[in-house]
């Protein structure tokens, strides 16, 4: 039998493996660059954190997106976690549309790193990529946060069963 990759081999395929997925509800971010490469930004949902000591996070980037040779040389990102009020401008960055449209229908502000942060978002980490784990289409991208901005007066944004939905804060925001 030729060397098929382990999920073949059990017989799990790709679109029983993004049905499951879908059921994996998520926070939706717009992950943000600039430096030597230029600016450039993607939806991203395949965000995690991975340890408080030093703070890092990771984000896995599909190889095959356009944005990829900038994130690949500016070595910098900012994750913006999106509120309830951000669904079209991730769909924005999600792909198919000019750089320059996707930053034009926000404001931003330059982090520590140079990469943007979004006015309003959630939260704004900035970060210094550390360490890349290159699995199947994507590299894992594990970035150590330098820097982090805060707003606790909107609420959140949750990507489950391919189609946002806000999420409530307890208290109604200020
Ligand atoms: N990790 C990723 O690369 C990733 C994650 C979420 C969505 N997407 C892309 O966003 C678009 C909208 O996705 P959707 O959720 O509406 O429907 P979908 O059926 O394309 O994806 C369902 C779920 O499968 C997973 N998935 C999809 N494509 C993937 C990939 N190439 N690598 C790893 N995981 C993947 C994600 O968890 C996604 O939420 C699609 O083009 C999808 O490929 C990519
Ligand atoms: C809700 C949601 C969530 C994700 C995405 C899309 C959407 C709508 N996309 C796809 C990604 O944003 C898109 O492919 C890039 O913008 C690159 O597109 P272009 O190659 O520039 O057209 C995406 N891509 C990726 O590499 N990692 C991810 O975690 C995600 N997550």
Redesign the pocket.
């Known amino acids: 039998m030729k060397d098929l990759p382990l999920a073949e081999l059990a017989g799990v395929e790709k679109q029983a493996f993004r049905d499951a997925m879908a059921h994996l509800g998520s926070a ?1 971010n717009i992950i943000t660059t600039d430096g030597v490469a230029g600016r450039a930004g ?6 995690c954190s991975v340890t408080d000591s030093p703070p890092t996070l990771l ?4 190889r ?4 990829y040779p900038v994130f690949q040389q500016n070595q910098v990102l900012c994750v913006n976690t999106l509120s309830d009020c951000h669904e079209s401008l ?2 924005l ?5 000019p750089m320059e449209t996707r930053f034009a229908a926000a404001e931003w502000v330059a982090m520590a790193t140079g990469s943007p942060a979004l006015q309003g978002a959630l939260t704004s980490f900035d970060c210094r990529i550390s360490q890349v784990t290159r699995i199947g289409t ?1 590299d894992v991208l594990f970035c150590e946060v330098i820097d982090i901005l805060r707003s606790d007066d909107s609420h959140g944004l949750v ?1 489950f069963d391919r189609r ?1 939905h806000p999420l409530i804060r307890q208290q109604a925001p200020v």
């Open positions: 939706v993607f939806t991203a949902s395949a965000v984000v896995c980037l599909n095959s997106a356009s944005v991730s769909n960055f999600g792909g198919k549309t994507h990507y946002y």
